[in-house]
């Protein structure tokens, strides 16, 4: 359960990371994407937990994990935005104007950026981070991640009531 929880932030912050460097760079400004107020992007972490639990004994056959993790990827953006605006009526991404998408919910460019990332991630990074984790004492790691569920579960219960909606993070 450790292992996953870890997984989870790990990759919720290293998405946020990666949106607000996608949007600096393409937008030159800083925007607080998604709709929690910290630093995380849960679909990235949704994501690369049901990548791992379902690719990980494949992580020497990197080609393999790229399709299957396109797949996954793709999946779980498309149920994520359904969800956001049925519930919420929000959107926090838009691929109207890219080819083959899917009602702006998904695309090809971002299919295959999921599986690219993918494999990035199971073959490479999740064997370093869970590296990284067993080097700290089993009660550092509680306390680490401890922390981090209750500042997360403090920002999901404001962010379910105030949603983030700032400029530049919903269309």
Avoid at 45 to 53: E, F, N, R, S, Y
Avoid at 138 to 151: D, G, W
Wanted: net charge neutral; hydrophobic share 55%.
């Amino acid at each position: 359960m450790k292992k996953y929880l870890f997984l989870f932030f790990a990759a919720s912050v290293l998405g946020y990371i990666w949106e607000v460097l996608l949007f600096l760079l393409k937008e030159d400004r800083f925007y607080n994407r998604g709709f929690f107020y910290g630093p995380w992007l849960p679909v990235y972490g949704l994501g690369a937990v049901l990548l791992d639990l379902g690719l990980h004994w494949l992580s020497s056959h990197p080609v393999y994990v790229f399709f299957l993790s396109l797949f996954i990827g793709t999946g779980v953006e498309l149920a994520i935005g359904l969800i956001l605006d049925l519930f919420w009526n929000r959107r926090y991404w838009d691929y109207s104007g890219y080819i083959l998408n899917l009602d702006g919910y998904i695309c090809l460019s971002s299919a295959l950026a999921f599986g690219f990332a993918g494999m990035l991630w199971i073959c490479f990074v999740t064997p370093r981070l869970l590296k990284a984790l067993d080097a700290l004492l089993p009660k550092h790691q509680n306390l680490l991640l401890t922390i981090i569920a209750l500042v997360f579960l403090f920002d999901l219960a404001v962010s379910l009531i105030f949603p983030n909606a700032g400029q530049g993070v919903t269309f």
